[in-house]
């Protein structure tokens, strides 16, 4: 794509949802409510949660909304009144065990949405006793469902122009859900600021806090360089911030890579040495994110935060944060978006494309903007 590099994503406006044919729900098929098999992967829960939002405001006042939901994630859930409870699998890529039937079964309810594509999921359900299934036709498991959504296939080698987001909102859409409004369910965190660990608690009371997400569980091609990252948060401090590197303990040394040589006390690694309900911490209170395609893209998005997204070899029309206040920096490259975890010409030339310079314009963009909790760079 020629010229600025720069998209703003409106998933209602840009990628409607597809739509499906109606299903009548009816109230002898409810029990005590209903079960949804959320994502694995955090960046494709939080892409599921504007559906989740819609379903619960389609439930019967007297029935519940579980969530069934991987090891690990209980945190996120239970900062979402929405949701009644969770039922929380032992593991996912081995079956189920006994208890997580038991505990499925025992909360008797009569309807079962899947926001993933197993077919492992959709049995087990049925044998929890969960009758009424709702899901994709995925993986030969529709003659498990009382009603199978069949989508498009990505076009290959093009953007799919369908976010994930809107696919599991169509499914929603034809269980009889309301219309998605554009806001997302309300978190409320737990514990709360003043309750976090000093060192927590003093990152996110500072006016000017970055966060910043450098690695990607996907693979090498979609992350940006770490010396890009390190002159955008270089300049972030210059400026009068500070800058916290998340993500997980494998991405530590990716955070080394990007603080190497800066002031510690004003640029942390903190990849893999946060709680969930830390990290949560830290992206509400920060001034603006900076990431790759990522889970913590995604879930800065969702709570309410600002920030910049760096997208390569990955479809930023399917995956795209869901936020508002997002840009996302991408050019088309003939072979993009191509999904390798590693670049096949070994030059990444889709996502080096993408200069320290134009994010930090962009980030002086959002300032600029004065948006709620963000102060002009000094």
């Known amino acids: 794509m020629g010229g600025r590099p720069v998209h703003l994503l409106d998933i209602r406006r840009d990628f409607p949802s597809p739509q499906f044919k109606k299903v009548v729900l009816k109230p002898d098929m409810w029990r005590n409510g209903m079960a949804v098999r959320m994502p694995n992967h955090l960046g494709d829960a939080v892409m599921a949660l504007p559906a989740l939002g819609q379903l619960r405001k389609m439930i019967p006042g007297d029935c519940a909304l579980y ?18 409870g969770v039922v929380t699998l032992t593991r996912i890529h081995s079956g189920w065990c006994r208890e997580d039937f038991v505990n499925l079964h025992r909360l008797r309810l009569g309807v079962g949405v899947l926001f993933n594509n197993s077919f492992r999921d959709a049995l087990s359900m049925r044998l929890a006793g969960v009758s009424n299934l709702y899901g994709a036709s995925a993986r ?16 290959d080698g093009e953007p799919a122009n369908i976010h994930h987001a809107n ?38 009371e500072h006016p000017k806090l970055l966060t910043v997400a450098s690695g990607a569980a996907y693979g090498a091609a979609k992350r940006w360089p770490s010396e890009n990252f390190r002159e955008v948060v270089a300049h972030w401090v210059e400026s ?10 494998s991405e530590r040394g990716i955070g080394d890579e990007v603080v190497a040589g800066l002031d510690p006390h004003k640029a942390v690694n903190l990849s893999g040495g946060t709680t969930l309900a830390e990290l949560m911490q830290l992206l509400r209170h920060s001034a603006m994110t900076v990431a790759n395609d990522s889970g913590v893209m995604h879930l800065s998005a969702a709570l309410g935060r600002p920030g910049i997204a760096i997208f390569g070899p990955t479809d930023f029309t399917a995956t795209g944060p869901i936020g508002a206040n997002w840009r996302l920096l991408y050019e088309k490259q003939p072979c993009s978006p191509c999904f390798r975890r590693e670049c096949a010409k070994g030059t990444q030339k889709c996502i080096r494309s993408i200069t320290p310079e134009m994010v930090i314009a962009e980030m002086q963009e959002i300032l600029n903007c004065r948006c709620p909790g963000l102060r002009p760079a000094e």
Do not use: H, N
């Open 240 to 249: 009068g911030g500070i800058a916290v590197i998340l993500g997980s303990e």
């Open 67 to 84: 969530c069934i939901i991987p090891p690990g994630q209980q945190t996120l859930y239970r900062a979402l009144p929405i949701v009644s």
């Open 167 to 204: 696919r599991y909102l169509a499914i929603a859409s034809a269980l009889g859900a309301p219309e998605w409004d554009g806001r997302l369910p309300e978190f409320r965190l737990s514990p709360a600021a003043d309750e976090l660990t000093p060192e927590i608690a003093a990152l996110c």
């Open 140 to 155: 030969f498991r529709s003659f498990l469902l009382r009603k199978a959504f069949r989508f498009p296939a990505r076009p």
